[in-house]
């Protein structure tokens, strides 16, 4: 599983995805993420701006990537 470092104590869901590069764009992540395709640790989440910290593991697509503190 790779792992994404992130400069602050936490992230937004939405700018994890495009920082993690599994979506291009905003757009795309309220795309995926209203149509229930993103998981935060196991379970499907539906915000977007979803407060990420790290240890957390974020799925799309069979891709599962972990939030980690830099």
Request: glycine share 10%; net charge negative; charged share 30%.
């Given at each position: 599983?790779?792992?994404?470092?992130?400069?602050?104590?936490?992230?937004?869901l939405g700018q994890?995805?495009?920082?993690?590069?599994?979506?291009?764009?905003?757009?795309d992540a309220k795309?995926v993420i209203a149509?229930?395709?993103?998981?935060?640790?196991?379970?499907?989440?539906?915000?977007?701006?979803?407060?990420?910290?790290?240890?957390?593991?974020?799925?799309?697509?069979?891709?599962?990537?972990?939030?980690?503190?830099?």
């Amino acid at each position: 599983m790779d792992e994404i470092e992130i400069r602050d104590e936490s992230i937004r869901l939405g700018q994890f995805l495009k920082l993690a590069n599994l979506i291009e764009s905003g757009a795309d992540a309220k795309a995926v993420i209203a149509d229930e395709l993103v998981s935060v640790n196991g379970e499907v989440e539906t915000r977007r701006g979803r407060q990420l910290r790290a240890g957390d593991v974020v799925e799309l697509g069979g891709i599962s990537v972990r939030v980690a503190a830099q």
